[in-house]
């Protein structure tokens, strides 16, 4: 009796059927402990990354792992957590956070087929923490920390498809050149806004609860970035201005690549 049950029990399909559990098992495993830095090594070669942006190490595995880059001289940490797929709608969600020494932005990201991307995110960004590049455009220094609220960004087809945000700033002192010397004045509460315009990403900036722009921004898709400051912003400081000029007027215009560089 003994033998009959065991000869029963070991049947060619119950054979295959432990094989495919076994192999199903063994894939799950690899995917999930598959070395990150193996990944980016085989991929690298074909990714073609700006010039300011360098990947130094990446750790970790598939599934939760880590990146050291280098974007414009500021080292950066980001790190990433894969969420389970979804195979009815082809989503892949994850947690993703990118942090400097100072500043953090954290985000859930969800990436579609055939390779569309949403990205949802908050976080914090120390203003003195990029002084450096800051002055060196010849913008102007505020300080404490700007909060950012919201930030959407939708990448579909090989391009950047909307970007929008909001950002606040709780007022305190500013500074901005003014030939060999500095300006300086206080400034209230300021807010600002990211949108998507069709030839770029446009940020603006006013005063919270202001009737219009104080400055703002557009950075076309080739790098180059134009700033317009508006007699509003020169009211805020409350800096004397000849002239007749309104507070839509524009005072103060420039145009440059947004890094040393271009893109």
């Known amino acids: ?9 070991i049947r060619p399909g119950k054979v295959v059927l432990l094989l495919l559990i076994g192999l199903l098992v063994y894939g799950v495993a690899l995917v999930i402990w598959i070395p990150a830095g193996w990944v980016w090594r085989q991929a690298s070669p074909h990714i073609t990354l700006p010039p300011q942006v360098q990947v130094q190490q990446v750790s970790g595995t598939v599934w939760h792992g880590v990146a050291g880059v280098v974007v414009a ?3 950066v940490r980001a790190s990433w957590e894969l969420d389970w797929p979804s195979v009815t709608s082809m989503q892949w969600p994850l947690q993703v956070s990118v942090a400097t020494s100072q500043s953090q932005l954290n985000g859930d990201v969800v990436v579609g087929w055939p390779g569309n991307v949403n990205l949802d995110a908050r976080g914090r960004v120390a203003v003195s923490e990029f002084e450096d590049l800051i002055r060196q455009s010849g913008g102007a220094m ?7 609220d919201r930030l959407r960004v ?12 909001y950002g606040r700033w709780g007022g ?9 010397q500095t300006g300086r004045a206080d400034f209230p509460p300021m807010e600002a806004n990211l ?14 609860g202001g009737q219009g722009p ?10 180059m970035m134009e700033l317009r400051v508006y007699k509003r912003m020169i009211d805020l400081a409350d800096q004397p201005w000849s002239g007749s000029a309104q507070p839509d007027d524009v005072v103060f215009r420039v145009r440059q690549p947004l890094l040393p560089g271009g893109f």
């Open 195 to 208: 949108d998507t315009t069709g030839n770029g990403i446009a940020l603006t900036v006013q005063e919270q």
């Open 154 to 165: 939708v990448w579909e087809d090989n391009r950047l498809a909307d970007a929008r945000g």
């Open 73 to 75: 001289g500021y080292p």
């Open 142 to 148: 505020i300080e404490g920390d700007v909060t950012i």
């Open 1 to 9: 009796m003994s033998e009959s049950a065991t000869a029963s029990f």
């Open 172 to 180: 305190g002192p500013v500074t901005w050149p003014m030939g060999n």
């Open 214 to 223: 104080a400055a703002d921004a557009s950075i076309q898709w080739n790098g």
